[in-house]
């Protein structure tokens, strides 16, 4: 089955040239990281859906240029290096980006997907078991480009994460029920569809490692799919779903998890035509994790 749906600054007397460059080029990078801002917003049976897409993740401290303290508490990298143990980031982090499902009459009770917290889960202590081909120059390289940053630590430099979305004021339970795939198939109207990306990284061009999540909203249903795609170019694949569904007036949600991985060795050629193609190959790997839980939405009184 193919699941993409139809998709305060100081002053001085004579400002140096270089100074006038700092102002400039800052303000410049201002303008455009507010310029960046998209939010869209839909609603199902009583839940408002938001989904925000905004600018990556920068490489510098902007409120070091700027001296601005207000900035310095709000500083996205400053939080990044805080909260996280990774000595290496992705390439591209949207840290603003967010998908989120919230009831609209009780905002403690939701479910989001962050790039913070699926980078939480990507093991920051140890090497990934990835170790022939080509994969083992790119460790080699990254490992050599950390430690000329003063970085040491090993840690799962594909960027893996188990990242099942941030759930707020639902219990959670197992279930063995399942999401309805005959619904999921139905050409019924699309009244709102989004999707935002919250990391992605190209390892040193030896493949790729990026997440996303999108929403699709039907009269009766909505889908939502986050997936983490993982290729090392030549030695494997790996793709980490999560699927959450749920139906009006049901009183819950269901997520299904599953993780799937294989070898290229383990695949035929002809699977291999899709390998640049998350969407159409996931079925043809082999799932080696799964697990299913229910979001019960809490009832008042």
């Known amino acids: 089955m193919h699941e993409d749906a139809p998709g305060g600054k100081s002053r001085t007397n004579e400002p140096t040239s270089t100074s006038r460059f700092v102002k400039n080029n800052t303000a410049v ?55 996280l143990s990774l000595p290496h980031l992705p390439d591209m982090v949207f840290p603003n980006n967010v998908l989120m499902i919230q009831d609209i009459s009780r905002p403690n009770v939701k479910i989001f997907f962050n790039a913070l917290d699926a980078l939480r889960m990507v093991d920051a202590a140890s090497l990934p078991e990835v170790q022939v081909g080509p994969s083992v120059v790119w460790q080699q390289s990254r490992i050599g480009a950390t430690a000329a940053r003063q970085f040491s630590s090993p840690f799962d430099w594909t960027y893996s994460t188990d990242y099942q979305g941030t759930v707020e004021g639902f219990k959670v339970e197992p279930t063995a029920e399942a999401i309805d795939m005959d619904k999921l198939m139905r050409r019924d109207p699309i009244y709102f569809y989004s999707q935002v990306a919250l990391y992605e990284d190209e390892l040193a061009d030896h493949g790729c490692a990026q997440l996303n999540v999108r929403i699709r909203v039907m009269p009766t249903c909505f889908f939502l799919l986050s997936r983490f795609y993982l290729r090392v170019d030549g030695v494997m694949l790996r793709i980490c779903d999560t699927r959450l ?7 819950y949600f269901i997520r299904e998890w599953s993780k799937r991985e294989a070898k290229y060795t383990e695949l035929s050629s002809s699977v291999l035509e899709y390998v640049l193609e998350p969407s159409a190959i996931w079925q043809h790997i082999p799932i080696v994790d799964s697990n299913r839980t229910k979001l019960i939405i809490p009832v008042d009184g």
Not at 32 to 38: E, I
Request: contains cysteine; negative net charge.
């Open 29 to 83: 990078t201002s303008k455009v990281l507010n310029s960046a801002f998209v939010e869209e917003t839909g609603y199902f049976d009583g839940f408002i859906i938001r989904a925000i897409r905004d600018h990556i993740l920068s490489s510098v401290c902007h409120h070091e240029t700027t001296k601005d303290v207000s900035s310095s508490e709000n500083c996205k990298v400053c939080e990044y290096r805080a909260k």
């Open 245 to 251: 569904y749920g139906e009006n007036n049901s009183g």
